[in-house]
């Protein structure tokens, strides 16, 4: 059940939005499986969600190194949300998120603090028909440091104007959860009301 009363208490909310927001994390791993085959990567799911919140071309860099196959990371990440992209009819809204974020705009900042590239952030969110509903959106070019790290929060509370011990983050990763934490602020993780749905990976 969502907390209402953490969220009354907060003076700024912040959203991430892959998983929060919109019910895309399987689609992106769609995507992400169909790329990474391309350039001889594996990538398995579980590992795909525990990186939630890490940019695409750092992830592409963590695995390339680790598995000692060389790829072009910006190249790459490009090649994989452009895959995303194609599919991106596939999103859906969280509902109760989204519920959340209606009842509070026009009611205090709320905002949206992603660790993907601008563009995509922005395709999902108007896909869903939320787009213009954020006071501010900051994604991962507005950042040097990502997910653990504090930046990506403190970056948007910062534009808010909310000081950073008043602002609650709506979460779906342990990454984001400990940005969250390192920057002073509460949380909510939305794995406690709701799991993403599981879209079959073709078998090629």
């Not at 490009?78 to 995303?84: G, N, P």
């Not at 504090?150 to 990454?175: K, Y």
Request: with cysteine.
């Amino acid at each position: 059940m969502i907390d209402w009363k953490r969220i009354d208490s907060a003076n700024g909310v912040i959203f991430d939005c892959d998983g929060t927001l919109v019910d895309s994390m399987p689609v992106h791993y769609l995507a992400w499986h169909r790329i990474m085959t391309e350039v001889g990567l594996r990538f398995e799911e579980d590992r795909f969600y525990a990186l939630g919140g890490m940019p695409t071309d750092r992830i592409i860099e963590l695995l390339s190194r680790e598995q000692q196959v060389p790829v072009d990371p910006k190249r790459t990440a490009h090649r994989k949300e452009q895959a995303f992209l194609e599919l991106i009819h596939l999103l859906e809204r969280i509902e109760p998120v989204v519920e959340v974020v209606r009842c509070l705009r026009g009611r205090k900042p709320i905002s949206v603090a992603s660790g993907g590239f601008r563009e995509i952030v922005l395709r999902q969110l108007s896909q869903v028909q939320i787009a213009d509903w954020f006071d501010v959106i900051v994604a991962a070019e507005d950042t040097v440091r990502h997910k653990p790290e504090p930046d990506v929060f403190l970056e948007t509370a910062n534009r808010m104007g909310v000081p950073a011990e008043q602002c609650l983050v709506f979460e779906d990763s342990d990454l984001g959860i400990e940005a969250a934490r390192r920057a002073g602020m509460d949380w909510i993780d939305v794995r406690s009301f709701f799991r993403p749905k599981r879209i079959p990976i073709p078998i090629s």
